[in-house]
């Protein structure tokens, strides 16, 4: 039953434009083809990549952060308390104005004090300035030479300068090396994302972080099961070509290089838009969705990989709002630039003046957005 199962669900009329199939993809003749074992090559891929970050992070960003001069703030724990802990671990880390005064009740504490508790709190579990050094420093590193490998990769192919080639002799354009490794490093690089979420700095948007990472990898995957390679690779060096401008803002947001720090984001802000506002969907996304139809009927593959795109799609619209916010306070009387997806640490000054009115709201302000795409703190006085 499972076996006739497998056979209806990867049937060819599901994946495949009408007269074509999986033995269109059968080695012949000296020429290769991508098959799906292939893929399990991509964990341990991630599994090195796991390794080499944590390497790189010690012997480089490391380094390179105390070079930039990039500091931690000391922050003041919250002391051991019974009846606060409990409520912070299992009810709310930013408690309402009412709740503060019962516990204020239940712990013997004054108000003023309960405040500065769950700000201590709070703060111990922000990660640390080195460690989002060390995370961006690594992306950074990743991103740019992912982008001129895959550049390298296909600055002499035709799809590259004609994107109609994509659709040439499809399914049953052969794999090349270039292809391959390209594709099982960006794949096994996403799949370290995923290894990675849980000690990974998280943002306010973590969530459409995991929807991106899944559909990337889905897209990834099913383009290289069905042969949508070239496809890919076009989609692959477009998301790559932005992204170390990002990391590289963040870096220096970090370091406190306000200067270098808004040159990096503006570069990367037009880049993303030109990019993913642009290219992708009137180029690649027109390539993948509309070009087609000229050639053959739809399937449901066509339709399953065009959806994957249009979720990519929704989220690089998300983001370019958040970089476009960004963006406006570069203007003129507009000086200091926060992460839109960051929290920052709450100062005794903000508890003293503004604690009754954020924990009457339910929470602490906040700062923008990554692609990936963050958003920055320049709150620094270092100049370039």
Known sequence: MLSR??????ADWIWFPEGYGWADLTDHDGKVYPKTQDLWVTIPIALCFLVIRQIFERTVATPLASILGVTDKKRVRAS???????YFCSTSKNPTQSSIEVLSKQSGCSVRQVQRWFRRRRNQERPCKLKKFREASWRFTFYLVAFFAGLAALIDKPWLYDMKQVWEDFPKMPLLPSEYWYYMIELGFYLSLIFSIASDVKRK????????HVATISLISFSWLVNYIRAGTLIMLVHDSSDSFMEAAKMFN????????????????????????????????????VYPLTLYRPFLGFYFFNGLMFVLQALHIFW???????????????HIVEDERSDKDETESEDEDGGHEKLQNGHAQNGHAQNGHTPLNNNHSKKD
């Open 205 to 212: 948007d973590f969530k459409e972080q995991i929807i991106h």
């Open 320 to 334: 370019a709002i958040l970089i476009l916010r960004m963006v406006v306070k570069f203007l003129p009387g507009n």
């Open 5 to 10: 199962l497998r056979e209806q669900i990867w």
């Open 80 to 86: 051991p308390n019974p009846v606060l802990e409990p």
């Open 254 to 289: 970090y370091a406190g290089w306000r200067k270098t720090c808004n040159i990096m984001f503006t570069t990367f802000a037009a880049v993303f838009i030109f990019t993913r506002l642009v290219i992708l969907p009137f180029w690649i996304i027109h390539t993948t969705c």
